[in-house]
């Protein structure tokens, strides 16, 4: 079982950049492909981005394909969110979560530990 704290979100203008950091506690950490979703009101949660357990694969939603980077260190037990270019619809709460997959999954439900979420919100 793993514990994730998401960090790194706050209030950034149209056209500006964030990174959203995961840090994980467990020793299965290096076995889990981790994923980015987020959460918008009204909305229902939809996933990201995802990196696969060693980092090799990654796999991004159209919407920030370009834009976005996914990135771990497994030697910090940590995963990045590099996010450029941001756009109003970007505003939601972004989760991170682990899978017991190693593979770069971006399905909800291989996604077994949640983080609690940071909020970014993109306006001018």
């Known amino acids: 079982q793993l514990q994730l704290v998401e960090s790194g979100g706050g209030l950034v203008q149209p056209g500006g950049s964030l990174r959203l950091s995961c840090a994980a506690s467990?020793?299965?950490?290096?076995?889990?492909?981790v994923g980015w979703f987020r959460q918008a009101p009204g909305k229902e949660r939809e996933g990201v981005s995802s990196?696969?357990?060693?980092?090799?694969?990654?796999n991004y939603a159209d919407s920030v394909k370009g834009r976005f980077t996914i990135s771990r260190d497994n030697a910090k037990n940590t995963v990045y969110l590099q996010m450029n270019s941001l756009k109003p619809e970007d505003t939601a709460i972004y989760y991170c979560?682990?899978?017991?997959?190693?593979?770069?999954?971006?399905?909800?439900?291989?996604?077994?530990?949640w983080g609690q979420g940071t909020q970014v919100t993109v306006s001018s």
């Open positions: 990196i696969s357990s060693l980092g090799i694969s990654t």
């Open positions: 979560a682990a899978s017991s997959q190693s593979r770069a999954t971006m399905r909800e439900t291989d996604f077994g530990s």
């Open positions: 467990g020793f299965t950490f290096h076995y889990s492909a």
